[in-house]
């Protein structure tokens, strides 16, 4: 079973001080994953499996690259396999690189909150485990304000249907480490791969 209780620093694999290295082009978009242009802007978005997450922003206009990886834990360049033990404290996180000429945060946020089960603490439907937990990691505090904001709103919503409370982690400044290659773009690559996408039905008031 997949642990449910975040770990701490001093219990957290060591993980590795090599990066692991990736195609830096997005296979769909044909744009770089690793730096953002000039004027761009950078999010970082946890819904569960990143696999179904990833396809969900990489459809946005707007959206200039998506990646795939790992933050909000101790273990430095986490491997998936680590990952997935609940022991590195990390969350599964899809990296969006946005042009906020064409596409607001709000907007990002929006889908975000729409397309995930943000009451759900440490899973995803039946993904269970500390690796599927909501989260949003973001660029600057005035970010997180817009982000805390965004959140009230939705809670409002929720309230509204009797569903509970929001369970979503808000950070800024957090470490993102890419998944492996064959992560990256999963669902382009294996069109028939599982995605385990799925909100409450609930529309973002946004």
């Known amino acids: 079973m997949r642990s449910t209780v975040m770990i701490s620093a001093d219990e957290a694999l060591s993980g590795r001080s090599e990066a692991i290295v990736i195609n830096p082009i997005n296979a769909v978009l044909g ?28 459809q946005q206009a ?12 101790y273990t430095p360049n986490p491997s998936y396999e680590e990952v997935c033990t609940s022991n590195t404290g990390h969350t599964e996180l899809v990296k969006v690189i946005y042009d906020p000429t064409q596409v607001t945060l709000e907007a990002l946020l929006a889908l975000f909150w729409e397309k995930h089960d943000p009451t759900q603490a440490m899973r995803q ?4 485990g500390t690796q599927y937990r909501s989260a ?16 009230s709103a939705y809670q409002q919503a929720l309230n509204a249907k009797g569903l509970g409370a929001i369970a979503t982690e808000i950070a800024v400044q957090v470490p993102f480490y890419f998944a492996e290659d ?7 690559k294996n ?11 609930v529309v973002c008031p946004i």
């Open 31 to 58: 744009t770089s994953m690793l730096e953002a242009p000039t004027g761009a802007r950078v999010v970082y978005l946890g819904m569960g499996c990143f696999w179904g997450a990833e396809r969900v922003f990489w």
């Open 182 to 188: 064959y992560h990256q773009q999963y669902l382009h």
């Open 136 to 151: 949003i990691f973001l660029e600057s505090d005035a970010d997180a304000v817009l982000a805390n904001g965004t959140k």
């Open 62 to 73: 707007g959206v200039i690259s998506t990646a795939v990886g790992y933050g909000g834990g």
């Open 125 to 128: 439907g039946n993904d269970i």
């Open 191 to 201: 069109p028939a791969g599982y995605c385990g996408i799925g909100g409450t039905g």
